[in-house]
């Protein structure tokens, strides 16, 4: 089992920064890829960025260049640097765990981002 905290969700103007934190605990390996998802109003939940073994990183087009995920492995936690934010960045944004070589996934309660124009 992994549980999964996010923190760092808060309202900001266009243009502004915003630094997500998400602390993983229960059985972890840094073998195992963790992520950040965001979920709009009436939108489906789409992926942000994820981090793999030996740091590998992949992101969305709409965020290359903007956000940066990062990964402390002997403190179990996943960060997210978002710049330039747009207000399109709005949503609520979602940890994920998701074990190597299997199918589980484990998700944090998520952290609303909002981004004013």
């Known amino acids: 089992q992994v549980q999964l905290v996010e923190s760092g969700g808060d309202l900001v103007q266009a243009g502004g920064s915003l630094r997500l934190s998400c602390v993983a605990s229960?059985?972890?390996?840094?073998?195992?890829?963790m992520g950040w998802y965001r979920q709009a109003p009436g939108k489906q939940r789409e992926l942000v960025a994820a981090?793999?073994?030996?740091?590998?990183?992949n992101y969305a087009d709409s965020v290359k260049g903007r956000f940066t995920i990062s990964r402390d492995n002997a403190k179990n936690t996943v960060y997210l640097q978002m710049n330039s934010l747009k207000p399109e960045d709005t949503a609520v944004y979602y940890c994920?765990?998701?074990?190597?070589?299997?199918?589980?996934?484990?998700w944090g309660q998520g952290t609303q981002v909002t981004v004013s124009s």
């Open positions: 981090i793999r073994s030996g740091n590998s990183t």
């Open positions: 994920n765990y998701h074990r190597a070589f299997s199918t589980f996934d484990y």
């Open positions: 229960g059985t972890i390996r840094s073998i195992d890829t």
